[in-house]
């Protein structure tokens, strides 16, 4: 079992900055893939960036420039350090986690609990 918790949510104005991280618990998996989701409401969960073990990132278009996905292997965490924010990146963000198991090699996702992110004047 893996837990995923995520902090650094919060109301920011526009063209401000925060920093969201999520630290993955559970010695007996490997993190493989890592992403950050957001829903905002009314909406669809989308996807915003992803990071491989390896460090390949990729993003959605929309934040392209001013997001950056990080992630720290030997703390198990991965980060979203998000730049000139505007309103319409107010959402629920989620951390995602593709996960091995070391002993079984069975693979399993897991999901945040979500945290806030407003942006507004």
């Known amino acids: 079992q893996v837990q995923l918790v995520e902090s650094g949510g919060g109301s920011v104005q526009p063209g401000g900055s925060l920093r969201l991280s999520c630290g993955a618990s559970?010695?007996?998996?490997?993190?493989?893939?890592m992403r950050w989701y957001r829903q905002a409401p009314g909406k669809q969960r989308e996807l915003v960036a992803a990071?491989?073990?390896?460090?390949?990132?990729d993003y959605v278009d929309s934040v392209k420039g001013r997001f950056t996905i990080s992630r720290d292997n030997a703390k198990n965490t991965v980060y979203l350090q998000m730049n000139s924010l505007k309103p319409e990146d107010t959402a629920v963000y989620y951390c995602?986690?593709?996960?091995?198991?070391?002993?079984?090699?069975?693979?399993?996702?897991?999901w945040g609990q979500g945290t806030q992110v407003t942006v507004s004047s």
């Open positions: 559970g010695s007996r998996f490997d993190l493989l893939l």
């Open positions: 990071i491989t073990s390896s460090g390949r990132e």
């Open positions: 995602n986690a593709q996960v091995v198991d070391k002993i079984y090699g069975s693979p399993y996702m897991y």
